[in-house]
């Protein structure tokens, strides 16, 4: 061979095996560095909640470039919905998403970071959690149990509930057998109801075949959805019960310390980017699924009386305080929870109250 033709011959060697090194390098990066399971409360790719799981699965991907790949799996999946706690404690799944007050059997004190009866909104609720001091207790009591967690999304003020009774007095509430989780469900008991704690997938056929008498779920959107008018004809509202609820991510700690801190503060930001964003959907959905629950389903929507309303929130009052006796731990969130909800009291009343008064009044 000339020494032309070698140097040629040579050059073209060099630059396939450059592509071949380059491929290489491209298939490399497009593989995950760390592939995590996301199991949930939740039915798979339920609209708002299983959805918002998805979304928080996805932004971890797209924001990390890739490096953390995230499947999600609905509740009975991998594992029962209320499971979900244990599974990413013991390191079986590395991330959840569900909702802190199904914790109350760890800590009652988990309820506070969900929703309290008559308590913080929406707004009010990221403004105690970010800029508070809600999240650093949330930290350490989930540090406990080997979890990180993120406020992951927010339904807003829900809606009272789905009713096959007309609820005009404190005593149709006596003996209604109620799906309803958390302090709400503790308030109805002691207004003479019967709590029942089911996982959303079990909720319709439960109030249709007669096994509860009632239920609450979330709000327009997701009750559309459920089809739950075709179980009950009364739809009250407000939510008394859950008036900004707040849904959780969790992470494993131990998966989470190994992450390198660019990483840990993708997946931090993606769950403050879905917590949002839920709220959002929330806004936009409801109305209308109201509306088409209202003028082509015919549902009987209605307002708690006065009265029942002022028992309700009497009870709550005190279901709430006695948490605070708990523990020490539940002290100081109960604590830190009510000077945030006194200061934000006195706030409301002369900006998002007085606004929305003189709107619908002007």
């Known amino acids: ?28 990066k497009d593989k995950p560095e760390y592939s995590w399971k996301m199991v949930t409360t939740w039915p798979k790719n339920f609209p708002g909640l299983g959805t918002g799981a998805n979304h928080l699965a996805e932004l971890i ?25 244990d599974a990413v404690s013991a390191g079986t799944a590395e991330m959840g998403h569900g909702a802190a007050y199904y914790w109350k059997g760890k800590s009652e004190a988990a309820q506070f970071f ?4 008559f308590g913080l ?12 001091g809600g999240m650093e207790l949330w930290q350490e009591l989930y540090a406990k149990f080997d979890l990180v967690p993120a406020a992951a999304g927010n339904t807003g003020v829900q809606m009272g509930g789905w009713f096959n009774k007309e609820i005009n007095s404190l005593e149709d509430l006596k003996g209604i057998k109620m799906r309803i989780p958390g302090l709400g469900g503790e308030v109805l008991k002691r207004a003479g109801g ?30 559309l959805a459920f089809g739950l008018y075709k179980a009950a004809k009364y739809y009250y509202y407000p939510g008394w019960h859950e008036p900004g609820t707040m849904l959780e991510a969790m992470i494993h700690k131990p998966t989470f310390d190994k992450l390198p801190d660019d ?10 980017v879905v917590n949002i964003d839920m709220l959002s959907e929330y806004m936009a959905r409801n109305p209308s699924a109201l509306t088409t ?14 009265d029942v309303l002022a028992r309700l929130r ?48 002007a």
């Open 314 to 361: 009497e009870l709550s009052g005190e279901v709430v305080a006695e948490i605070a006796e708990k523990d020490e731990f539940s002290k100081r969130v109960y604590a830190s929870y009510q000077k945030f909800l006194k200061q934000s009291q006195a706030w409301s009343k002369i900006s998002e109250y007085a606004y929305l008064n003189a709107r619908d009044h």
């Open 194 to 223: 019967t709590p029942v704690n089911l996982p959303g997938g079990e909720i319709f056929t439960s109030l249709q075949s007669g096994a509860i008498d009632a239920t609450e779920w979330i709000g327009p959107y997701n009750d």
């Open 1 to 28: 061979m000339q020494r032309r033709d070698f140097i040629k011959a040579a050059g073209a060697a060099a630059i396939t095996a450059g592509a071949s090194t380059q491929a290489g390098q491209a298939y490399a």
């Open 121 to 132: 909104t929406a707004q009010e609720m990221n403004g105690w959690l970010y800029y508070g």
């Open 293 to 306: 629950l209202v003028d082509e389903h015919g549902v009987d929507v209605r307002s708690f009386p006065p």
């Open 263 to 272: 990483l840990q503060a993708i997946v931090m930001a993606a769950a403050k």
């Open 114 to 117: 969900t929703t309290v009866p």
């Open 61 to 85: 991907g797209q924001m990390s470039g890739g490096r953390i790949e995230v499947k999600v799996y609905g509740a009975g999946e991998l594992v029962p919905a209320f499971e979900i706690f």
